[in-house]
Nanobody, 122 residues
C-alpha cells in the first residue's frame, strides 16, 4: 500500500528556492512512477513533473522546465522536487502521487498525498 506524505512547502519570495519532499511508507516505492501536481482554488489540478521508478526518465510541464528538477532516492522511499527561481504564479498546493507507469495524466495516478502549500510573494 502506498501512503504518501509531502513536506517542504512554505512562504518564499520571488526568485527563491524550495525543495519539496514526498515520502512513501510502503515497501514497493521503486516500482512506482511518481508525479508532482499542483492546484490553486477554482482551477483544475495541473501536472508539474514526473519521474520513472528507476529515476532515469523525467517529464516537466513547460511552465517549470529549466527551473524545477525532480529526483528520487529509492533507498529512502522519497521523491523530491527542487524548485528554483520561484515565481508568484507557482503559488499552489503541491501534491505528489504514485502511478504504475510513467505518465503526465493525473487520472492514471492511484495514490495521492495530502499536499503541501507553496506561496511565492512578489
Amino acid at each position: 500500500q502506498v501512503q504518501l506524505v509531502e513536506s517542504g512547502g512554505g512562504l518564499v519570495q520571488a526568485g527563491d528556492s524550495l525543495r519539496l519532499s514526498c515520502a512513501d511508507s510502503g515497501r514497493t516505492f521503486s516500482s512506482y512512477a511518481m508525479g508532482w501536481f499542483r492546484q490553486t482554488p477554482g482551477k483544475e489540478r495541473e501536472f508539474v513533473s514526473s519521474i520513472s521508478g528507476s529515476g532515469d526518465i523525467t517529464n516537466y510541464a513547460d511552465s517549470v522546465k529549466g527551473r524545477f528538477t525532480v529526483s528520487r532516492d529509492n533507498a529512502k522511499n522519497t521523491v523530491y522536487l527542487q524548485m528554483n527561481n520561484l515565481k508568484p504564479e507557482d503559488t499552489a498546493l503541491y501534491y505528489c502521487a504514485a502511478s504504475g507507469f510513467l505518465t503526465i495524466e493525473s487520472r492514471y495516478f492511484h495514490s495521492w498525498g495530502q499536499g503541501t502549500q507553496v506561496t511565492v510573494s512578489s
